[in-house]
């Protein structure tokens, strides 16, 4: 298990732009494959972004292909998803996911989350 902190939400207007990111904790911070997910009110969570732990492969959500970008560096801990033109569509709560690297399973390490609200 690792430890997620996520910081960054906030309310923006529609075509602007914010960065979420995320701290984790521990020393093998590199074994883990990055994930970010939204969930908004009366829906299921759902995948946006994931890096692998060398930060070589990225893939995210057709709907948000082009305006979401996600990276990591692993030196200091952080995975970042930098969020460009923004919808109101984007309103969510977002969450920082860590799942085991090359290793079978899903996501077993969750932030707490945080707010983002996009106003038309």
């Known amino acids: 298990q690792v430890q997620l902190v996520e910081s960054g939400g906030g309310l923006v207007q529609a075509g602007g732009s914010l960065r979420l990111s995320c701290a984790a904790s521990?020393?093998?911070?590199?074994?883990?494959?990055m994930g970010w997910f939204r969930q908004a009110p009366g829906k299921e969570r759902d995948f946006v972004a994931g890096?692998?732990?060398?930060?070589?492969?990225?893939y995210y959500a057709d709907s948000v292909k082009g305006r979401f970008t996600i990276y990591r560096d692993n030196a200091k801990n952080t995975v970042t998803l930098q969020m460009n033109n923004l919808k109101p569509e984007d309103t969510a709560v977002y969450y920082c996911?860590?799942?085991?690297?090359?290793?079978?399973?899903?996501?077993?390490?969750w932030g707490q989350g945080t707010q983002v609200t996009v106003a038309s």
């Open positions: 521990g020393r093998t911070f590199s074994s883990y494959a």
């Open positions: 996911a860590a799942r085991t690297d090359h290793a079978p399973g899903g996501y077993h390490s």
């Open positions: 890096i692998s732990g060398s930060g070589g492969s990225r």
